[in-house]
């Protein structure tokens, strides 16, 4: 495996991204570090799905003067598919850091365990 | 009116700090620290009893989350490393990078490549698949970033009696202390601003001739605007852009979008009957609705974006 370490480096790159930001949304007990982890999920997979759509020695996808075979081009669906997915990550991370002031201004702290216990203390 | 109201929130602030500044805290911080008598019954409680009688007073020694111990750590430690090994071996069994076979060179992707021009009149296909082909997705998506500004708003915004004072405080705090003098910053702002802005507009009104498009374009928009809040006062860009404009021009803009869309969809997706003209692909004005369409998208997500940045920093719009 290790060999073929640079073909695929691209690939392995954005495994290792998502599994930093996995681990750090498992690891961290603060709050802000939980949605930096969450982002950088979302940009491991935009590398590995825009990554896929690229193919060596071909045009960016618009059209050139007279050019119309398909196999002059990179696929321009993955594209297409990534700009949806970071529209919505920009989303839920907005989402996310609301909540998350919404919790500090609550009970003056980012780490998730004593929010927990704040409110475990509070009775609901 | 401006004046008044920011008077208002200045005497509001001054009535704040009267009243012991951070009163509410010291008061929630009370009632955190008074004991709560166990409730009896429960038997999920019988299994914290023991870690709460451990810590009676919290403001000493906090209860050991078990989040701190070795063996949560340990186990989330195997688990990232399994998901990792586990995914890297996948990637290890797909096609190298740049390689002709990649697994999404499909018929789908030919079809774009050989249909984009005649069809939608775009030069650009990416554009042309995702506000014609997959317009409605495209609609879904600009929907999500408007739910998405919505839902902060009315978090940050929904408060209590008593916290509404201190937000409508804190408030005035931030206009009365932001820089008002920055001279680099309003140097700098006042040359790169308009270029900016520009350029944004650029973006968009080409998208789908050259790379770039809504998204993008909206997006260096917004940063403009941010610029612009950044390094002048409040008032100053309150001059021209407000909660009001935000209001109007993301409605409306999604409205519009909706409309177009729906038409194009009630009279034929595949451009069957749609009156629509796509004029010659390549020139400024060509591609039916693209252009439109780009220009609304846009608006959207410099709204959005501008809208997100105002609300994390003033906690208002």
Known sequence: MLGRVFTHLDGLTAVALFGIGFALLLLDKNLMKKIIGFSMM??????????????EGRLAPIYAEGISDPAAYVN????????????????VTAVMLGLTVRLYERYHSLDIDEIAEKIRREGK | MMKK????????????LENGGNALDEEMQDALREEEPEAPGKQKREKKKKSSDKTADIAKKPRKAYADSWWYRLLAFAVAAALIWLLMEAVDR????????????????????????????????????????????TLGETHVLFIAV???????????????????????LERYFEPHHDVILQSAARLLTPLILIFGLYIIANGHLSPGGGFSGGAVLGAGLILYQNAFEYRKI????????????????????????????????NHLDSHISIGTPGNILSGGLLLPLNFVVGCVVACTMYALFTMFRKGEF
């Open chain 2, 94 to 137: 797909m096609p190298r990078f740049g390689a002709a076979d990649t697994l999404m060179d499909s018929e789908l992707t030919e079809f774009y490549v050989e249909h984009t021009k005649e069809e939608t009149g775009a030069m650009n296909i990416v554009t042309g698949i995702i506000l014609n082909y997959r317009g409605f997705d």
């Open chain 2, 238 to 269: 309150e001059k021209f852009f407000t909660y009001k404009t935000f209001k109007w021009v993301s409605v409306c803009s999604l409205l519009f979008y909706s409309l177009a869309k729906g038409y194009h969809f009630f009279t034929g997706a």
């Open chain 1, 42 to 55: 979302d940009s491991g997979i935009y590398l590995f799905l825009a990554s896929y759509g690229y193919i």
């Open chain 2, 150 to 172: 919505c839902t902060v708003l009315l978090m940050l915004s929904i408060y209590g009696e008593q916290d509404e004072k201190k937000r409508l405080a804190q408030g005035a």
């Open chain 1, 76 to 91: 321009p669906l993955p594209a297409g598919l990534v700009l949806t997915g970071i529209v919505v990550g920009v989303s």
């Open chain 2, 5 to 16: 109201q920011k008077n208002d929130r200045f005497a509001s602030f001054l009535d704040w």
